[in-house]
């Protein structure tokens, strides 16, 4: 193999500069060509095919292609993108990166040393028949072969044919070496781009799936409630449906929102522990009996406290019949150590409760729940929930459904 030649003389002559001249601006107009393909290209194939199809269409090169190390015990190099006038040339040349003493045509040995190889007149060079047989049939007068290298180790190779000898100069050399080196990160890049890719698809799916999953549960809760307490059924949902109302209006994150409606369609899940006798007593409750009832919240927390929701879900619940001052149970929070969530879900709670019957009264109506709300705002009820609740039935003529 003859290595590449040292720098030539600077070009004296009109003709020399032009020409020389004319090669830079290929050559940058080859980069940037390549550059574009390399931020543009979606998958390895298409990167690779078009890389090759700007070396021939921009660079003015006969053929280029790019074969990649096969790991087969013949240690094979196979095509995998090329372009230019090829006319069978990789079919009728059987490539090899093996080190049993064969000779190697170019794209061999570049891979085998992990050094680009340089014949800058195949015409007078007798060795590797019959790549050179083949090449000299199609026209090609000069190679090289440039190592594909990544992580310390060589994937492939890119070879490049021109029809003119002594194509393939010092600077020439350099050059492609870089073009080759933009190339292997371009592949790198890709390949992180697409298991990126590939990984968010699965997560996706995943999330999917456990969105689907949960939601199943949650049904379940929620039917295992309204089971055991008739008379509030459709209640949960109803004040689920109010408080995602509520923290729309609050400028919440989809995500936020969806947390606080799942809390919201739970939140009695406590009550399954009070006995069904008490929830649909036609009378008031005895002292006793509504402390019973009053334990739901904290029921409520150890139930969920163990699953592992994306949102404060079980905090929510344990909290939603807190007061801003200190009169809430169970654990008689105040102002800002309550969650903006129970707060939502407090209002709407009592809301909606009011508005609807009861096995011990009948339904005592909004203008009564929202007075009641109003009138205590700030000192049992958030303020700013308390008004946007007001505001959404009055103005946006939010409706319970039935």
């Given at each position: 193999?003859?290595?590449?030649?040292?720098?030539?003389?600077?070009?004296?002559?009109?003709?020399e500069v032009?020409?020389e001249?004319e090669?830079?601006?290929q050559?940058?107009?080859?980069f940037s060509?390549?550059?574009?393909?390399?931020?543009?290209?979606?998958?390895?194939?298409?990167?690779l095919?078009?890389i090759?199809?700007?070396?021939?269409?921009?660079g003015?090169?006969?053929m280029?292609?790019v074969?990649?190390?096969?790991?087969d015990s013949?240690?094979?190099?196979?095509?995998?993108?090329?372009?230019?006038?090829?006319?069978?040339?990789?079919?009728?040349?059987n490539?090899?990166?093996?080190?049993?003493?064969k000779?190697?045509?170019?794209?061999g040995?570049?891979?085998?040393?992990?050094?680009?190889?340089?014949?800058?007149?195949i015409?007078?060079n007798?060795?590797?028949m019959?790549w050179?047989?083949?090449?000299?049939?199609?026209?090609?007068?000069?190679?090289?072969?440039?190592?594909l290298i990544?992580n310390?180790g060589?994937f492939?190779?890119?070879t490049?044919?021109s029809?003119?000898?002594?194509?393939?100069?010092?600077?020439?050399v350099?050059?492609?070496m870089?073009?080759?080196g933009n190339l292997?990160y371009?592949?790198?890049?890709l390949?992180?781009?697409?298991?990126r890719q590939?990984?968010e698809?699965?997560?996706k799916?995943?999330?999917?799936?456990?969105?689907q999953?949960?939601?199943?549960?949650?049904?379940v809760?929620?039917?295992?409630?309204e089971?055991?307490?008739?008379?509030t059924a459709g209640?949960?949902?109803r004040?689920?449906?109010?408080?995602?109302?509520?923290?729309?209006?609050?400028?919440?994150?989809?995500?936020?929102?969806?947390?606080i409606?799942?809390?919201?369609?739970?939140h009695?899940?406590g009550k399954?522990?009070?006995p069904?006798?008490?929830?649909?007593?036609?009378?008031?409750?005895?002292?006793?009996?509504?402390?019973?009832?009053?334990?739901?919240s904290?029921v409520?927390?150890?139930?969920l406290?163990t699953i592992?929701?994306?949102?404060?879900?079980?905090?929510?619940?344990?909290?939603?019949?807190?007061?801003?001052n200190?009169?809430?149970?169970?654990?008689?929070l105040?102002?800002?150590?309550?969650l903006?969530?129970?707060?939502i879900l407090g209002?709407?709670?009592?809301?909606?409760?009011m508005?609807s019957h009861?096995?011990?009264?009948?339904?005592?109506?909004?203008?009564?729940?929202?007075?009641e709300?109003?009138?205590h705002?700030?000192?049992?009820y958030?303020?700013e929930?308390?008004?946007?609740?007001t505001?959404?039935f009055?103005?946006?003529?939010?409706d319970?459904?039935?």
């Open positions: 193999m003859k290595a590449a030649k040292g720098p030539k003389s600077p070009p004296t002559e009109p003709k032009k020409k001249l090669k830079v601006t050559t940058l107009e080859t060509a390549c550059h574009k393909v390399l931020v543009r290209a979606m998958e390895k194939s298409e990167l095919n078009k090759c199809q700007a070396i021939v269409e921009v003015g090169y006969k280029a292609w074969g990649i190390a096969a790991q013949a240690k094979t190099v196979r095509p995998f993108a090329k372009a230019g006038d090829e006319d069978g040339f990789l079919s009728r040349v490539v090899t990166w093996s080190d049993m003493g000779s190697h045509c170019p794209t040995e570049a891979i085998l040393s992990r050094k680009p190889v340089v014949i800058n007149n015409l007078n007798p060795d590797n019959p050179r047989g083949e090449a000299l049939k199609r026209g090609y007068g000069a190679v090289i072969a440039l190592p990544s310390g060589t492939g190779a890119l490049i044919f029809e003119d000898a002594d194509a393939f100069q010092h600077e020439d350099n050059h492609l870089d073009l080759g292997v371009g592949i790198v890049a390949h992180t781009r697409t298991a590939r990984a698809v699965e997560v799916k995943n999330l999917n799936k456990l969105k999953t949960l939601g199943a549960i949650i049904q809760l929620e039917k295992t409630v089971v055991r307490d008739p008379y209640h949960q949902r004040v689920a449906d109010l408080a995602r109302s509520i923290s729309a209006e609050m400028g919440f994150s989809q995500d936020r929102i969806d947390g409606r799942i809390a919201g369609i739970i009695d899940i399954i522990y009070v069904a006798e008490i929830l649909s007593k036609p009378r008031r409750l005895t002292t006793y009996e509504f402390n019973l009832v009053k334990t739901h904290q409520g927390y150890d139930i406290k592992d929701f994306p949102w404060p879900v079980a905090r929510v619940v344990l909290q939603h019949h807190e007061r801003l200190g009169s809430g149970y169970p654990n008689k105040m102002h800002d150590n309550i903006i969530e129970a707060r209002v709407s709670d009592v809301v909606e409760a508005a009861r096995p011990y009264r009948p339904a005592l109506g909004l203008d009564a729940a929202l007075k709300v109003s009138d705002k700030g000192s049992l958030d303020s929930v308390v008004e946007i609740c505001r959404l009055r103005e946006k003529l939010f319970f459904e039935p």
